[in-house]
């Protein structure tokens, strides 16, 4: 019963709309923290009255538990660093851990990077554009920009 709670919360996080971003990637964090030894650093550096939607907002929280979720099941990091920016013209998300790495160009063939296309489709699906880089042994860096409308 607490999985299946647990799992309907992930898909639609109701701290998201009730409590906001912050709140929910806050949750996130803990989780995360409760299941990983993992130093974690995560930032939101956001001006005021930022114009994020709900459709925004998710994107961003799906994002970022994609992330944390990949740092923990298959980066072996001992460190990961998110930044989140969000001024009126646009939201940027910054991610970098010192995990294993990954052969990016495999990327299409490897079923445990599907993850990765799934945040991309995200990005892409509210206009913006996600980049990875990442060798094996050499950790990963994911930049997501999201011009707001």
Known sequence: MFNMRETCQE???????????????????????????????IKIVESPNPLLNNDYKLVIYRIVQELLNNANKHAKAT??????????????????????????????????KIGLVGMAGR????????KFNSEPNKGMIVQAEIPLK
């Open 11 to 41: 898909l639609a996080p109701p701290l998201l709309s009730e409590m906001g971003l912050e709140q929910a990637l806050q949750d996130l964090v803990e989780k995360f923290k409760l299941r990983s030894n993992s130093k974690l650093n």
């Open 79 to 112: 460190e990961v660093t998110i930044l989140i920016q969000i001024n009126d013209k646009n939201l940027k998300l910054s991610y970098q851990d010192n995990g294993v790495g990954t052969d990016l160009s495999l990327i299409s063939t490897d079923r445990k």
């Open 123 to 130: 990005v892409h699906s509210v206009g913006g554009h996600m």
